[in-house]
């Protein structure tokens, strides 16, 4: 693995409400399969007010991740998903006392059982927040401080793990990975005073659980990028 530093930008700002759009192979009955297709990143950014052009040597890929068309010298919103006009997440983010959100958006979570769940992912300047969108629920609030490291492939797809060693790990798909990683490094940088690591590699290990454990494997194959989830 290789641990990569990024310089600070973020920008927060609103923009209209979209959805991940993501190619995954299923089963016989329609289900999510833990052997995963290509993954794109066709996801378009809408139009917005104070937004700041992100040049290569400013993301953690530089000289390591293979880039994708739809990802160089994209912009960078933040919110995606107008928080704010949002009365359950403002209510949340009030109760907590955060006061900055420097990231949200709809991503797909993976579950221990290897089942993928639509949720909002809020990044603040204090915690990264996981809510179910249907049931107005938070499922977890995880402190900057606990987040150990990130940990992605060296290849073009859409997948992430965030590693917190005192609980349990969460691994994500969503085709704003670059811009969460890029926040999540200088929120934790400007929380904790110390830099987030974020590691390359083609297999890496997160827990699903607090004792389960699960192995991811990219493989570059013709036309994109094989992923499959393995039980440990």
Known sequence: MQRLKVPKRVQVDESPTEIPKYDVAEDEEGNPSEALGHQNDDGEDNGGVRNSNVTEDQEPFMGVKVRRK??????YKGDYIDVRSNPYLMKILQKQGDKEVLFADKVLKFTASGKMKRRILMITDFAIYIVDPE?????RRIAL?????????????????????T?????MASTRKTEIVTVLVEATKSASNYELEVCFS??????ATAEFVKEVQFEEVEGGVKTRILKK
């Open 145 to 165: 401080a606990a987040v150990e490291r990130m940990c992605l492939s060296e290849l073009s797809d859409n997948f992430f793990a965030i590693i917190i060693p």
């Open 167 to 171: 609980e349990y790990d969460v691994f």
């Open 135 to 139: 049931a107005d629920a938070l499922k």
């Open 202 to 207: 083609n297999c890496f290990e997160y827990n």
């Open 70 to 75: 739809a990802s160089f010298r994209r912009e």
